[in-house]
């Protein structure tokens, strides 16, 4: 097992009916600013929730924070709570809403120019708003971690920034508020959860066995509940158990003491800059391809995710590598999620295209022994066909 | 899945080499008191590790804190503190040590008899100093949680009290620190960390699959792991395994959901506070009894336990389960920690006055359905004979 440390200060208030909890956690006397996007929660009920459990406060709101939250609209916000003096942020959304506020959160008491907080991936972050959040995508796991990532659409740049102020100091998970999810919605965070565990998993073993269990629990259970989700939106249980695994899948846990990958979420990346495919559908497009690429210096934890995971033992190693390969392909299509770049209609014309924009954004030396260059990440692409 | 909190903000700083990192955890202008046990970290390099790493350091010392720590112990260095004016708490130990400094970090500040704090299992603490812990027996997981169980000897009482103030503001875990350890050690924390497993896992099933998972993933390690580390005392990465697992035991995840049982512990106590018989022996003991008496309440979580733990799938309900209780039994006897009265020369003598410690410390609905009254205690510690 690898030297590491753990911190992670977020409260969390997990169950249905536990929106009104967040009166006791936010301070009497703060200025609140309620951060959302698009306007779901006015139509779900978890805005009536939210304001109703804060009904004695003092609140603005700033919505239309959008997927892939830009820097732009997130500067709007921070100008809104410099000149009104906000003090408290509550983040009521997903991944995207959470990750903007993170931002926004760390801006607000900075001196200088806001986006080097990002371009410096957090070094310069001093201090940040206390703010708390009200999750209503299970996928991102943003809710109980401290990083984030941010689009410059001036500069055409998607950066991740990190720092340890930028924990929320409480995140509420009622499943119940994912019910009326769109199925797409719910797909894609089964998948964005599937593989932020495989980019902690599969990589090569150092003996770390409550991590690797750790891992297999998470994916053995998106497994059995991904499908369910589909198939019967309000069963309790089901989506309490997918909320809980996309918290626990990007929280810290996993990852300490064990190597790390992120070729599979950096070229994704590129895809979704390119391409504006949806994030978790270049995730399930580019896994299966690095798991073929890179069968080679991922053997060992590939047999054993075949074996623990799929229940994958006949065959020599090549052929269980293959089927655990297919198994994971099937699962992603079995959540409605397609696995080819055709499937999108995009060919290989774009691959010369990903690969500069890799070069260009220094994505040179990918994967957990930072030798996925950019000659590997092109056949890596070109098995994503 | 029921609802639940999760908030756990210490620091775990894990990994050979690590005790080093206390400098930069511990406030610079901090007045430092090492609180330690029976002075084993002075033979076997840990008091040095730690006195080299604050060597620019303000610091005092108070040792002698012992097995089952007794609030006459810990009061004299709350007056030690008061008149040194110490400020921030270092423990050095186990969980012994670690138990006792949390007593001492909300006592010291507490303008009562200090005593009513533990009374009212922590209700009247309202904040405790701030501390940090130098882990050296991987067992209680009292390094990651809010918890402690102090002993009165005055009033001959043993209870525990639990604070949010209390979590340690770091606890370092390095395995190399074990290496050292009596055998008889090693197996009752290993034993003492299974069993904290199982109180939060046999109980009845709420659909929690992955705290379901991650229990048996915690069991699984435990068994593989705890012959390794009596026959390869200096085998690093079994000790890591160990001591993450027993860390991870008792941190508040594997709880976040379920119910809850802890009876084999309520009755262990009372065999402790009768005879002197080592915690972690108690519960060897106890825990077989427990689920077999025990068994029509807890048979389906017993017979998941007997699947995915031990591989049991032949038989009947019935010979599933007797063959999980005689798997658990000896996986304790490997570990060289008895599972019967008998073996510890006591017998059917000391039942009634067991049943009356139980009944005189308000032990009377105890498990998780609270309905192991006095008359199914007894049943269960004839079974332990």
């Not at 689009?151 to 924990?167: E, I, Q, Y």
């Not at 495989?198 to 409550?210: D, F, G, H, M, R």
């Not at 065959?315 to 590598?321: K, L, T, V």
Request: a negative charge; one cysteine or more.
């Amino acid at each position: 097992m690898n030297n590491f440390k753990l911190y992670n200060p977020t409260k969390i208030i997990f169950g249905k009916g536990t929106i009104k909890d967040i009166a006791a956690e936010i301070p009497q006397n703060a200025r609140i600013l309620i951060t959302y996007g698009g306007g779901s929660i006015k139509h779900n009920g978890v805005y009536d929730q939210v304001r109703k459990a804060l009904a004695d406060r003092r609140i603005g709101e700033f919505g239309g924070i959008e997927p892939n939250p830009t820097y732009e609209t997130l500067m709007r916000c921070v100008h809104m709570i410099r000149e009104e003096q906000f003090d408290y942020l509550l983040a009521v959304g997903g991944g995207s809403v959470i990750d903007g506020t993170k931002f926004i959160a760390a801006a607000v008491t900075y001196e200088g120019e806001p986006w080097e907080l990002v371009q410096t991936y957090g070094a310069k972050i001093k201090q940040s708003l206390p703010f708390g959040s009200v999750l209503t995508l299970p996928a991102s796991g943003s809710e109980m971690n401290n990083g984030a990532v941010i689009t410059h659409k001036g500069l055409n740049a998607k950066l991740p920034f990190a720092h340890p102020s930028l924990f929320p100091r409480f995140s509420v998970l009622d499943p119940t508020v994912t019910y009326s999810l769109p199925a797409k919605q719910i797909a894609n965070g089964v998948v964005d959860a599937f593989v932020h565990v495989t980019e902690q998993y599969l990589t090569y073993p150092v003996n770390a066995k409550l991590q690797d269990r750790f891992a297999e629990s998470l994916l053995l259970t998106l497994i059995e509940e991904g499908p369910k989700a589909l198939a019967e939106p309000e069963n309790y249980d089901v989506r309490a158990n997918l909320m809980w695994c996309a918290t626990l899948a990007l929280n810290g846990l996993l990852s300490a003491g064990v190597p790390q990958d992120w070729a599979t979420h950096m070229i994704g990346h590129e895809m979704t800059a390119l391409s504006g495919l949806d994030h978790a559908r270049t995730l399930a497009v580019v896994l299966p391809a690095v798991m073929k690429i890179r069968a080679g210096e991922k053997k060992e934890k590939i047999l054993q995710y075949a074996e623990r995971v799929w229940g994958i033992t006949d065959g020599d190693e090549q052929a269980r590598i293959d089927a655990a390969i297919e198994k994971t392909r099937a699962f992603f299509e079995s959540m409605k999620v397609p696995t080819r770049l055709c499937d999108y209609n995009l060919n290989e014309a774009i691959i010369p295209t990903l690969v500069e924009q890799l070069k260009a954004h220094n994505m040179i030396k990918l994967g957990e022994k930072r030798d996925i260059t950019p000659d590997v990440a092109e056949a890596i692409l070109k098995a994503c066909l």
